[in-house]
C-alpha cells in the first residue's frame, strides 16, 4: 500500500515542497541531501517558482538562505497546504477501508424488514464507523430515487426494466398466503388462489406492487374478492395475521421466514400463474459511482439475495 508521506509527494507540486524545505533547513546544500537532488536542481526550481510568483521568496546569505516577507508568507500557506493534503489522504483511506463513510438505501418494506434488516445489522457489526440510511418506500418512488441519485442501491418488486438501471440480483419467489398455524390453510402444500379468498384478507394496499400483482390474479380468475383489513405497513399485516387463527395474507415466503421458524406462521404457494414466479430486485444506477462502503454492502447484500434464491431451488428441487 502507498504510504502517506509518498502520496503527499505525488500530488503536491515539487517547487513548493523543494522551497518549504530549503526555507525550513535554512540551507539549500542540507535541503538537497533531504531531498535526494542536486543543489543546482534545487535551486532552479526555487527561482521558477519566484519567477511564477514575481516575488523573491529566499535570501541568499553566506552561510545559508532566509525568508522573505513574501517568502514566509508561502511557508505559512505551503504548511497549511500540507495540513489538508496530510487529512484528504487520511479521509479518503479511512473511506476505502471502511473506517468511515454513509451507505444510502431505498427498499420495499417486505425486504427491508427481513434479509435487509439482517443485512445492515451485519454490515455495522463489521463496519461500526459507516453510517446508513434506509428508506422504506414503494416500488415506483425506490427506482426514483436510485434514478435521481437520492440513494446508492434500491430493491424494488417487479421494476421496470431502464436502460439508466442495473439489476444487480433478484429473489424470484413465488407469492404465498401465510397464515397462522393453527388455520385451515396452514396444513396445505399449495393452494387455489379460489381457496384464499374464502377467508378473511389482511392486504397491503394498491400502493403495493404485490397488492397490485395479487388483483391482477383474481381478475383473471374471474374472482371478486375485498380484504377485510387494508393497511400500508407490512409490519402491520403480519402481526394482525398473527393475532388470529381466521385471517390470511399474501406475501413472499422470505418475508416471514422468522416467523416461520418460530412455528408462529406458515407460508403455502399459490397456484397461480401470475403469482409464481415474482421478483424482488437488487438495483442501482448505471452510471452512479459507488463509495467503497456502498460497493462493499452491495456484495454483502447480493450474496444474502443469492443464498435466499439458492435455497428456493434447492426446496423446489426436492
Known sequence: ??????????????????????????????????????????????????????????????????????????????????????????AVDDLNELRTGQVSIASVEGVATSLLSQCIVDFQQAHAKVSISLSVLSSRAVVDSVLSGEVEIGVAFEPQKLRELRFVQAVVQPLCAVVRTDHPLARKRSIEIA???????????????????????????GINAAPAVETNSIEAVKTLVKGSSTFATILHRFVVEHEIRRDELRAVPINESLMASTREVLLVRKDKFL????????ADLTRRMSAVQGSRSAKAAR
Open 1 to 90: 500500500m502507498t504510504s502517506i508521506r509518498t502520496k503527499t509527494v505525488l500530488l503536491e507540486a515539487s517547487s513548493v515542497r523543494y522551497f518549504r524545505e530549503a526555507a525550513s533547513a535554512g540551507s539549500i546544500r542540507r535541503a538537497a541531501e533531504a531531498l535526494y537532488v542536486s543543489p543546482s536542481a534545487l535551486t532552479r526550481s526555487i527561482a521558477q517558482l519566484e519567477k511564477l510568483l514575481g516575488t523573491k521568496l529566499l535570501e541568499r546569505r553566506a552561510r545559508g538562505v532566509s525568508l522573505t516577507p513574501s517568502g514566509a508568507l508561502l511557508l505559512s500557506f505551503s504548511q497549511q497546504s500540507l495540513f489538508r493534503i496530510n487529512e484528504m489522504i487520511g
Open 195 to 221: 381457496e384464499v379468498v374464502k377467508h378473511p384478507l389482511v392486504l397491503p394496499n394498491a400502493s403495493f406492487g404485490l397488492r397490485q400483482t395479487f388483483d391482477r390474479a383474481i381478475a383473471a380468475a
Open 291 to 298: 463509495s467503497q462502503a456502498a460497493r462493499q454492502f452491495l
